[in-house]
């Protein structure tokens, strides 16, 4: 079964955005991973596997937080590819500020404080990460040992490799879609815990 995003029905992708793992579902996400490696390579030149990994990421998350497209304006294949397009936009600016991207640097106020320190970062800038990684240490803890292991093992911490949302939805037995939308609702969590500091 190969879903059109162009005919998805708007209850279609509530069930899909909600778990479903039945074969439409797998086809709809199928076919969103595929329209955003298609967008990325057209706009990024020669974009990594794990850049439209990221991306990818960035435009699920957005999707699942927002919940907001209309089936009276648009079809979901225009909707979607917009939120590619913006997605790709915010991965270039992190780009642009020497950051490496995460999803997960929106836990955080200063944007990519998990990044790696810039060579001409500021003494200021520097105390401003260390204090912010400090601060989401404390809050990750404050997590249960499930929501512990799936961030560590999305966002790569405490040494664990990247795991990207089909390889963690094979190993808890969910579909991809439902992995990305509990790492949304942790990343949330841990926001509200780190606001409330």
């Given at each position: 079964m190969r879903a059109n995003l162009y005919e998805v029905t708007h209850a279609e992708i509530e069930r899909?955005?909600?778990?479903?793992?039945?074969?439409?579902?797998?086809?709809?996400?199928?076919?969103?991973?595929?329209?955003?490696?298609?967008i990325s390579k057209k706009?990024?030149?020669?974009?990594?596997?794990?850049?439209?990994?990221?991306?990818?990421?960035?435009a699920v998350y957005n999707m699942v937080r927002g919940r907001n497209w209309n089936p009276e304006m648009s079809s979901f294949y225009t909707w979607w590819s917009a939120v590619v397009r913006n997605s790709i936009?915010?991965?270039?600016?992190?780009?642009?500020?020497?950051?490496?991207?995460s999803p997960?640097?929106?836990?955080?106020?200063?944007?990519?404080?998990?990044?790696?320190?810039s060579p001409d970062e500021s003494p200021e800038v520097?105390?401003?990460r260390k204090d912010s990684i400090a601060r989401l240490s404390v809050a990750i803890q404050s997590l249960n040992d499930d929501e512990k292991w799936l961030i560590s093992n999305?966002?790569?911490?405490?040494?664990l490799p990247n795991k990207d949302s089909v390889e963690i939805g094979r190993i808890l037995g969910v579909n991809p879609s439902t992995?990305?939308?509990?790492?949304?609702?942790?990343?949330?969590?841990?926001?509200?815990?780190m606001r409330e500091e």
């Open positions: 899909f955005l909600d778990g479903d793992s039945s074969p439409l579902s797998l086809s709809i996400f199928r076919e969103m991973r595929a329209v955003c490696a298609g706009i990024l030149q020669n974009p990594l596997s794990n850049e439209i990994d990221e991306i990818f990421s960035i936009g915010t991965h270039v600016r992190n780009q642009k500020a020497h950051l490496r991207y997960i640097h929106n836990v955080v106020d200063t944007p990519g404080v998990l990044a790696l320190r520097s105390a401003t999305r966002f790569g911490l405490y040494e992995v990305l939308s509990r790492v949304a609702k942790i990343v949330g969590k841990l926001r509200k815990t």
